[in-house]
């Protein structure tokens, strides 16, 4: 179950189980070990404007009970599902649990602006996307943000009602920002001085590891989530 999962701060040590999982989802345009160093640098510090966080499964806890790709995933930025498992892309962390899940967002001069989300396809259904997602908008509010955005693909439509549960509106589209693909991306919104709540309540929620949003990369429709 998702509240088994502890999300928290990602740091330095966690770029590697995380690698590993992005590799898996995004296998065509992860991200590199460099790139998550450099936002993790900016996540500390008096000018910080990026926060990280992973979903960590303790150690010897059981797997989510639902089969892959049973329910829902996605969310935004960039955002994907994969098997969890030896040798399937979920990676240990030092202290022996398994990261099945992260997220991160920047805060720019009053936009948030939604940089990766993904879950790892043995947490489908679990409301963990749904998780990350209220994580990283409450990360906006902590920063002042006036809205949020996020980028989708425009064939995953399962992320995007996940996002209109939240309030988030498409406001746009960018042509063939998915690469290689050249899918475009649906551009959504998120007004933060209105509630952002999943309305359908957590037991129902749509997983946000299904969204295939990618402010700097693209993914397969059926990767789940997003990088932004």
């Known amino acids: 179950m998702s509240q088994a999962v502890r999300i928290r ?56 009970e639902d089969a892959p790709g049973a329910g829902d995933a996605g969310v935004a930025g960039r955002h994907a599902s994969a098997a969890g498992g030896p040798g399937t892309g979920a990676g240990t962390t030092p202290t022996g649990g398994r990261i099945v899940g992260y997220a991160g967002l920047a805060a720019i001069d009053g936009t948030g602006d939604v940089q990766t989300i993904a879950v790892a396809y043995d947490h489908w259904s679990t409301g963990l996307g749904a998780r990350l997602l209220t994580e990283l908008l409450t990360t906006a509010t902590d920063f002042e943000c006036r809205e949020v955005l996020l980028e989708v693909r425009v064939d995953n439509t399962r992320a995007q009602r996940l996002y209109e549960r939240f309030g988030f509106e498409p406001v746009g589209v960018r042509r063939g920002y998915y690469q290689p693909g050249n899918i475009d991306a649906l551009v959504m919104r998120l007004a933060t001085d209105a509630p952002a709540t999943d309305s359908s309540g957590p037991a129902g929620s749509a997983d946000p590891s299904s969204a295939s949003d990618s402010g700097s990369a693209a993914q397969n429709t059926d990767q789940g989530m997003t990088h932004g």
Request: charged share 25%; no cysteine; hydrophobic share 50%.
């Open 9 to 64: 701060e990602m740091r330095w040590w966690d770029i590697a189980p995380v690698l590993e999982l992005e590799r898996a989802l995004f296998p065509d345009d992860a991200w590199s070990k460099g790139l998550f160093w450099s936002e993790l640098a900016h996540a500390r510090g008096a000018n910080a404007n990026r926060r990280y966080v992973v979903a960590e499964l303790p150690g010897g806890a059981d797997g989510a």
